[in-house]
């Protein structure tokens, strides 16, 4: 990917932004948008989409280098040396800060707590390893030290959305240049909801007439439309407190769908399992069950209940989850190199969920 991205579009919009907002480049340049046209075929639907945020950093792809951006830059502004952040024993966020603390010369920490084990988790662990990440594994007490940053689950904070606001900014863009027609509809995974909040303002400020469907992927407590449209009037706040109008939030475009979450956080469903399998036979595209598969299959259930209604309109699955190949780094580690207390992970079989 050429690196064509000096700042990100939401400074160009709202200049009051750029110099009191810190922020550093992981994202080289706009995530490419890709027609799924063997889907589209299988789906007799004509215009289904994907925006590529699975190669988003060079590094590390997937949803968090565009939040952490944000978060990066204030954690060297404040000339922390470790970042500890928390997730499950698979989380993506721990890896993303696993990789990207490297980059900066910082030492990753993982607060972490369990899933149902899938080789994804594994691999996740793994690559936690490989990048000297520091484990507190099912652990109460956390170490406290000023030079820790601490980087709240998902980065959703107001500052960590401000990612997905210049995301939608950035397809907005794509739509001007004629690279994908304006969208009807984004399909987005739900956790910590920063993504979909993001997203949720930023359709607006683009003056895009995109709905957006934010699709449960963890629990019920943390992901809901009201924590979306929480943390949606917080960031458009944040954004208000550096002197910038902004247009009145409306939630009307926005529909949260829990019927695919399947009642357990990372647990997949036959559902996110066959559209995995679809995505990667038709596509060549490997998803994870936590959000990503889950998230096709709402997309995909969508699409057959409506079909009449939606077969000639623009449908985008955003992909949040990172594809470069990491294979040879999880090949060079050994769990036993873990802590003791993770060896189960490796050690208990993984139920056939037919991935
Ligand atoms: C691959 C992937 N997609 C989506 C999400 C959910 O994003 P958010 O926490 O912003 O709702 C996560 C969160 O960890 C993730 O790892």
Same mark, same amino acid.
């Given at each position: 990917?050429?690196?064509?991205?000096?700042?990100?579009?939401?400074?160009?919009?709202?200049?009051?932004?750029?110099?009191?907002?810190?922020?550093?480049?992981?994202?080289?340049?706009?995530?490419?948008?890709? @027609? $799924?046209? *063997?889907?589209? /075929?299988?789906?007799? #639907?004509?215009?289904?989409?994907?925006?590529?945020?699975?190669?988003? !950093?060079?590094?590390?792809?997937?949803?968090?280098?565009?939040?952490?951006?944000?978060?990066?830059?204030?954690?060297?502004?404040?000339?922390?040396?470790?970042?500890?952040?928390?997730?499950?024993?698979?989380?993506?966020?721990?890896?993303?800060?696993?990789?990207?603390?490297?980059?900066?010369?910082?030492?990753?920490?993982?607060?972490?707590?369990?899933?149902?084990?899938?080789?994804?988790?594994?691999?996740?662990?793994?690559?936690?390893?490989?990048?000297?990440?520091?484990?507190?594994?099912?652990?109460?007490?956390?170490?406290?030290?000023?030079?820790?940053?601490?980087?709240?689950?998902?980065?959703?904070?107001?500052?960590?959305?401000?990612?997905?606001?210049?995301?939608?900014? @950035? $397809?907005? *863009?794509?739509? /001007?240049?004629?690279? #994908?027609?304006?969208?009807?509809?984004?399909?987005?995974?739900?956790? !910590?909801?920063?993504?979909?909040?993001?997203?949720?303002?930023?359709?607006?400020?683009?003056?895009?007439?995109?709905?957006?469907?934010?699709?449960?992927?963890?629990?019920?407590?943390?992901?809901?439309?009201?924590?979306?449209?929480?943390?949606?009037?917080?960031?458009?706040?944040?954004?208000?407190?550096?002197?910038?109008?902004?247009?009145?939030?409306?939630?009307?475009?926005?529909?949260?769908?829990?019927?695919?979450?399947?009642?357990?956080?990372?647990?997949?469903?036959?559902?996110?399992?066959?559209?995995?399998?679809?995505?990667?036979?038709?596509?060549?595209?490997?998803?994870?069950?936590?959000?990503?598969?889950?998230?096709?299959?709402?997309?995909?259930?969508?699409?057959?209940?409506?079909?009449?209604?939606?077969?000639?309109?623009? #449908?985008?699955?955003?992909?949040?989850?990172?594809?470069?190949?990491? !294979?040879?780094?999880?090949?060079?580690?050994?769990?036993?190199?873990?802590?003791?207390?993770?060896?189960?992970?490796?050690?208990?079989?993984?139920?056939?969920?037919?991935?």
């Amino acid at each position: 990917m050429s690196e064509t991205r000096k700042k990100p579009l939401l400074f160009e919009e709202f200049s009051n932004l750029e110099g009191s907002i810190p922020w550093i480049k992981l994202v080289p340049s706009a995530t490419p948008v890709k @027609e $799924l046209r *063997n889907i589209e /075929e299988k789906l007799k #639907i004509n215009s289904l989409w994907m925006k590529c945020d699975d190669i988003s !950093s060079p590094l590390y792809g997937g949803n968090k280098s565009r939040k952490m951006e944000f978060i990066y830059a204030e954690a060297l502004e404040q000339d922390k040396k470790r970042v500890l952040t928390a997730g499950a024993i698979g989380s993506n966020q721990c890896v993303a800060n696993a990789i990207f603390c490297k980059k900066f010369r910082l030492t990753p920490m993982a607060v972490m707590i369990d899933q149902p084990v899938t080789k994804f988790v594994r691999h996740n662990l793994l690559i936690d390893l490989y990048y000297n990440t520091e484990f507190y594994y099912l652990k109460e007490a956390i170490p406290k030290s000023d030079d820790i940053y601490i980087m709240a689950p998902g980065c959703s904070t107001p500052f960590g959305n401000l990612g997905y606001i210049d995301a939608a900014l @950035e $397809l907005k *863009n794509q739509v /001007e240049n004629g690279e #994908i027609p304006e969208p009807d509809y984004i399909f987005v995974p739900t956790a !910590s909801s920063g993504t979909a909040a993001g997203l949720t303002i930023g359709v607006q400020l683009a003056g895009l007439k995109t709905h957006i469907h934010a699709i449960q992927t963890s629990f019920s407590s943390l992901s809901n439309l009201k924590a979306i449209q929480r943390l949606s009037k917080k960031t458009k706040k944040f954004m208000e407190s550096y002197d910038i109008s902004l247009p009145k939030l409306s939630f009307d475009h926005l529909k949260y769908t829990e019927e695919h979450y399947g009642g357990e956080y990372g647990l997949p469903t036959p559902e996110c399992v066959a559209a995995i399998n679809l995505l990667r036979e038709q596509e060549k595209i490997i998803l994870e069950p936590t959000y990503s598969g889950k998230t096709l299959a709402a997309l995909l259930s969508f699409i057959r209940n409506n079909r009449s209604k939606v077969k000639d309109k623009t #449908i985008v699955f955003w992909n949040t989850f990172n594809s470069h190949d990491f !294979s040879d780094v999880i090949e060079s580690v050994n769990y036993r190199d873990l802590p003791q207390e993770l060896h189960w992970v490796f050690e208990k079989p993984i139920p056939d969920y037919g991935l």
